[in-house]
């Protein structure tokens, strides 16, 4: 997959006690977000430590992968690159709008946050698996 198609960026290393609105504020900093996953653990509540962000335009989420990696947030380092993620609708979820439950396999219900049509944002589980 070329660059140009690449407007998703992954990033490692983020720390159990972000939320999804610090993701969302610290990555609109390098262009407008579509949308941002953060998934969470069920049993804990807190973020797994990846998320994934969706920006407009390739050329705009390869500079902010450039500019996040590195970076500190809530005193972890931060590393990011370009990713080609496919839209979450590929997953089995439908692309977000607001809050959209989706029944998981496992008998749990996810919800999805998101700013717009994108391909993601916050997964929480209601249950221990």
């Known amino acids: 997959m070329s660059l140009a198609e690449k407007t998703n960026i992954f990033v490692a290393n983020v720390a159990a006690d972000v939320d999804r609105r610090e993701l969302v504020d610290e990555f609109g900093q390098y262009g407008k977000v579509v949308a941002v996953m953060l998934p969470m653990d069920a ?9 994934f962000c969706e920006y407009e335009t390739a050329e705009v989420a390869a500079a902010a992968a450039a500019a996040i990696n590195g970076r500190f947030l809530n005193g972890r380092k931060l590393r990011a690159e370009c990713t080609a993620l496919r839209r979450m609708g590929g997953y089995g979820a439908p692309p977000c709008s607001d809050v959209s ?16 049509s994108g391909f993601g944002g916050r997964l929480e589980g209601d249950a221990e698996l």
Do not use: D, I, M
């Open 43 to 51: 049993r804990t509540g807190l973020a797994k430590g990846y998320a």
């Open 101 to 116: 439950p989706q029944p998981s396999l496992k008998g749990r219900t996810e919800t999805v946050f998101g700013l717009g």
